[in-house]
Antibody, heavy 117, light 111 residues
């Protein structure tokens, strides 16, 4: 069974860089796309971007190129960095595997990141 | 404001059927058969219930079914059970540069 787990600081100061990692087990990083999704408090879900095991990426343009997703196949891990954060970036961040038909078939439990001084 | 429109809440009694709608445009829901539905119990990982409009992943109860007509997709849950009480989100591929859009979520209450 594929399992994903997010990790990283729960508090980030404004203008700094948010860094999260997602470690997965129960499968291979190959073949699939691996992505990040977030949910601000009281709002809906927002797709952030994804990475393929080869390293190719695609991002939601709404993040205005502040985000970077990378993968470490040796650790079964992929990461998100979001620069120049503001309070608007406060959200629960989920990592997920992209399955068929642009669905997300396995998700982590999510981690709350608060941007505050 | 979310790209896809869902009702904020629906409710039903045990054993009844309910339907949650998800309305988009011809650039997303109406243009592609890439609509997915997720069940989310707060504090837990969201769970994929339906993909590609009407396909159920292995292990998902056949009480859950999906369909689409024009720009509106629907999730139907039959034989409601207490454990179905959760938030439900739809998503769709979109031809815009965003690639994937979500609905705002629907809170299902089992009375």
């Amino acid at each position: 069974q594929v399992q994903l787990q997010e990790s990283g600081p729960g508090l980030v100061r404004p203008s700094e860089t948010l860094s999260l990692a997602c470690t997965f087990s129960g499968g291979s990083i190959s073949t699939y796309y691996w992505g990040w999704i977030r949910q601000p408090p009281g709002k809906g879900l927002e797709w952030i971007g994804y990475i393929y095991h080869s390293g190719s990426t695609d991002y939601n343009p709404s993040l205005k190129s502040r985000d970077t997703i990378s993968v470490d196949t040796s650790k079964n891990q992929f990461s998100l960095k979001l620069s120049s954060v503001t309070a608007a970036d406060t959200a629960v961040y989920y990592c997920a595997r992209t399955g068929g038909g642009w669905s997300f078939d396995f998700w982590g439990q999510g981690t709350l990141v608060t941007v505050s001084s | 404001q979310s790209a896809l429109t869902q009702p904020a809440s629906v409710s039903g009694s045990p054993g009844q059927s309910i339907t949650i709608s998800c309305t988009g445009t011809s650039s997303d829901v109406g243009g592609y058969n890439y609509v997915s539905w997720y069940q989310h119990h707060p504090g837990k990982a969201p769970k994929l219930m339906i993909y590609e409009v009407s396909n159920r992943p292995s292990g998902v109860s056949n009480r859950f079914s999906g369909s689409k007509s024009g720009n509106t997709a629907s999730l139907t849950i039959s034989g409601l059970q207490a454990e179905d009480e959760a938030d439900y989100y739809c998503s769709s591929y979109t031809s815009s540069s965003t690639l994937v859009v979500f609905g705002g979520g629907t809170e299902l209450t089992v009375l």
